[in-house]
T-cell receptor, first 115, second 115 residues
């Protein structure tokens, strides 16, 4: 069965510091995609970053980057130079096998950013 | 325009009422999704429409009835709901039918309370 685990229900970071959110997953597939979505309080969920499993290079989007370790089935999100606007729920997600028309979401990590 | 809109923002209904939630996107996306999200939980997929046809029903009770009148519009008809159906209902869309690969664009949600 496909599972995705976020073991940190809550995290906090000081403004301008760096924080890493963890995600592990289990799959028998060799090729797949992994996603981090952000859901700010009372605002729309948006895609933060996407990683294609066959790519060796870790994805980056401005201050957001991932540490993708395929063998360990780990997909962590690093937020550099944290800003107050980064405070949100962060969900790791990926599709089930041969089910490229939907996503399985992790339980989420609530990130607080302190000034 | 990268926006998914949902109406109403809030809905309170009795267990004998019939109501509908509406979702609209004008991005030319061909897949649309309904999710249910309880507080502090990840979104749970309910339905997927691909090219205006229902492609996934995640064993959702029949008191929830989806409808896709055209490629831009998605409705969720509600009838005889239970208090445990109170939740945030999210709509999303993706460019193609591969929502496990493509970015999903989420609406702000309808917060439903069943009394």
């Amino acid at each position: 069965a496909q599972t995705v685990t976020q073991s940190q229900p809550e995290m906090s970071v000081q403004e301008a510091e760096t924080v890493t959110l963890s995600c592990t997953y289990d799959t028998s597939e060799s090729d797949y995609y992994l996603f981090w979505y952000k859901q700010p309080p009372s605002r729309q969920m948006i895609l933060v970053i996407r990683q294609e499993a066959y790519k060796q290079q870790n994805a980056t989007e401005n201050r957001f980057s991932v540490n993708f370790q395929k063998a360990a089935k780990s997909f962590s999100l690093k937020i550099s130079d944290s800003q107050l606007g980064d405070a949100a729920m962060y969900f790791c997600a990926f599709p089930p096998p041969r089910g490229y028309n939907k996503l399985i979401f992790g339980a989420g990590t609530r990130l607080a950013v302190h000034p | 325009d990268t926006e998914v809109t949902q109406t109403p923002k809030h809905l309170v209904m009795g267990m004998t009422n019939k109501k509908s939630l509406k979702c609209e996107q004008h991005m030319g996306h061909r897949a649309m999704y309904w999710y249910k999200q309880k507080a502090k939980k990840p979104p749970e997929l309910m339905f997927v429409y691909s090219y205006e046809k229902l492609s996934i029903n995640e064993s959702v009770p029949s008191r929830f009835s989806p409808e896709c009148p055209n490629s831009s519009l998605l409705n969720l008809h509600l009838h005889a709901l239970q208090p445990e159906d109170s939740a945030l209902y999210l709509c999303a869309s993706s460019q193609g039918p591969t929502g496990g690969i493509d970015e999903q664009y989420f609406g702000p949600g309808t917060r439903l309370t069943v009394t």
